[in-house]
């Protein structure tokens, strides 16, 4: 039998980024490659993405990326992994129209991007995969089970089981899954978010009773926030909007996209006749629906721009109502709020989904015990989620007659190693492990110290200190100059610019008596020794950059 190792390089005890590499003997899977968003005082920073060089080192044994869906925390790091290393890709249609996409503007069309079905068998690399469709909040969601001599390995995320579902696109395949578990299952991945919650996420996840008679109540217009990946969400829109005859303007382009390539590709097609196009939109337009839409905290920004008159299309009134559809998320904490109290200063009418009451689609506790006793695995592998959500899916499978050695609860880069169908050992880790940042100008990663530097100006401040010195004697003839941002008011802090200052004309002096002047080395000294005096003075350490410019006089 061949080893089979089982590991993340993102996604647990962490939202995002999910990342998980499946060894089978020497042939390496990886499914799903995502981000994760930044917090709010990671500066500059779009998004973060996991640290791919286990994959590039070992990109010659990497039989396949399988992509389950296009939410940005499975597939939005796949660019990033695909810039260092070439890879055969495979997903659901959709998210293979997505990815060619992406490859086009990355110049890297020629790679290959492979259809998984939404239930089927494919083999990639003489390794068995089966697919099966999962009920989320995007359509052609799939989950998806690897064949081993040991047994299945099994990847269920993000899904809910819902009996009333009928449209195929998000169908969960019980039958499919149920099969599975018959063929004899080793280890299930199986998604823990909301572990925590009893019952069933379904019918909780629907909102169309809930928005129903407030779109029927509203004298006016009717705003949603919503995520633009929260497709389930928005077909619910979409059907009461058509019951009460009201018209539908998308405010984000990305969306309006999003829209005609469903519609193109055969997945959700809205009626010409309810949609209002971006030429036809004008703020005299009363009777509609608007729905604002963005991914992340961007939605919220979007909104609060139009709460405080940014946006020249759009102006609130008082007879606007707003439904917050997008739940806060880690994250966008600061702009949600910051969005809803602009919203109370406009005199709108706002309606937020209770949280407790509208669930995301995510398994509850009685979700993932259903899954479980459809595929009874040997072993139970929580996934995404903090670790209080790992340890409540364990109990879970406590109470479903698992054993304490059946779960196995695992950090990033913990690699559980599978022998002769049962757990060998979880003590080994992948050597380089962690993530990368980046930036929101050009889409680069950021090095730690850039970042750190970030941090310091928001919390310190910067000390600017120049100071022209001549070529040929070193002797100062212009400045000391120094400036400060964000550390102390100048005019009630002479004696420290004086003393700045002092400190400046000390070390040149010294560095060109003692013969050791060096303009590299003076300006190490220089930010050594004003860093030391600013921290003793005020407490605070600022980012210090010194300049000693040379003039050949």
């Known amino acids: 039998m061949n080893n089979i190792k089982i590991f993340a390089l ?39 993405v996991n640290d791919f060089s286990y994959v590039i080192e070992n990109k010659d044994r990497l039989s396949g990326i399988i992509i389950t869906h296009f939410h940005d925390d499975m597939m939005d790091g796949l660019p990033y992994l695909l810039k260092e290393i070439e890879a055969d890709v495979y997903a659901p249609n959709l998210c293979t129209i997505l990815i060619k996409e992406e490859l086009k503007k990355m110049r890297k069309s020629h790679l290959k991007v492979k259809i998984l079905p939404r239930y089927g068998k494919t083999v990639i690399d003489d390794v068995e995969l089966t697919t099966f469709g999962l009920t989320h909040s995007t359509p052609d969601a799939i989950g998806v089970s690897f064949k081993t001599d040991q047994g299945h390995i099994v990847v269920a995320e993000q899904f809910v089981v819902d009996f009333d579902m009928r449209d195929n696109a998000y169908e969960c395949d019980i039958a499919a899954i149920a099969d599975i578990g018959k063929e004899g299952v080793l280890c299930c991945l199986i998604e823990s978010s909301y572990a925590d919650k009893e019952g069933f996420t379904s019918p909780r996840h629907r909102i169309s009773n809930i928005i129903r008679p407030i779109i029927e109540d509203a004298s006016g217009r009717v705003f949603f926030t919503l995520y633009e990946q929260n497709f389930f969400r928005l077909r619910e829109i979409i059907a009461v909007a058509a019951e009460y005859k009201k018209k539908v303007f998308f405010f984000d382009k990305k969306m309006r996209n999003l829209i005609a390539l469903f519609a193109l590709n055969e997945y959700y ?31 919220f920004n979007v909104m609060n721009k139009i709460a405080i008159g940014e946006e020249s299309k759009i102006e609130l009134r008082t ?98 190693t599978f022998s002769d169908g049962r757990l060998k050992s979880t003590s080994e880790y992948v050597e380089k492990i962690g993530e990368i940042l980046i930036d929101t100008q050009d889409n680069k990663s950021i090095t730690s110290h850039v970042f750190k530097d970030r941090t310091t100006l928001s919390t310190d401040g910067v000390i600017i200190v120049g100071v022209a010195i001549n070529y040929k004697t070193k002797d100062i003839i212009g400045g000391p100059d120094v400036q400060s941002r964000g550390v102390f008011y100048v005019k009630d802090s002479e004696y420290l610019i004086k003393n700045i200052g002092k400190i400046v004309v000390d070390v040149i002096t010294e560095k060109v008596e003692n013969g050791t002047y060096e303009n590299l080395e003076a300006k190490v000294e220089l930010r050594s020794r004003i860093e030391r005096y600013v921290a003793r003075e005020t407490g605070k350490r600022p980012m210090i950059i010194p300049a000693i410019i040379e003039i050949n006089v």
Do not use: W
Not at 273 to 299: P, R, T
């Open 269 to 299: 097609n809205i009626p010409e006749k309810m949609q209002i196009n971006e030429k036809q939109f004008n703020n005299e337009i009363d009777d509609c629906i608007i729905i604002v839409s963005g991914d992340g905290a961007n939605v």
């Open 319 to 416: 007879t606007d109502t707003v439904i917050i559809a997008s739940p806060m998320v880690p994250g966008t904490e600061k702009q949600a709020n910051l969005m809803e109290n602009e919203l109370y200063k406009d005199n709108v009418n706002i309606f937020k989904l209770d949280p407790k009451q509208v669930l995301s689609l995510h398994p509850s506790s009685e979700d993932i015990k259903m899954i479980l006793s459809l595929l009874k695995p040997k072993y139970v592998l929580p996934v995404m989620g903090d670790y209080r959500n790992f340890i409540s899916a364990a109990n879970l499978a406590l109470s479903n007659g698992y054993t304490p050695d059946k779960i196995i609860i695992l950090d990033n880069g913990q690699i559980a």
């Open 10 to 48: 993102g996604g647990l005890d962490e939202y995002g980024k999910n990342m998980y590499c499946i060894e089978i003997g020497k042939k390496l899977f990886v499914v799903n490659c995502g981000i994760k968003r930044p917090e709010e005082n990671q500066f500059g920073v779009e998004y973060i």
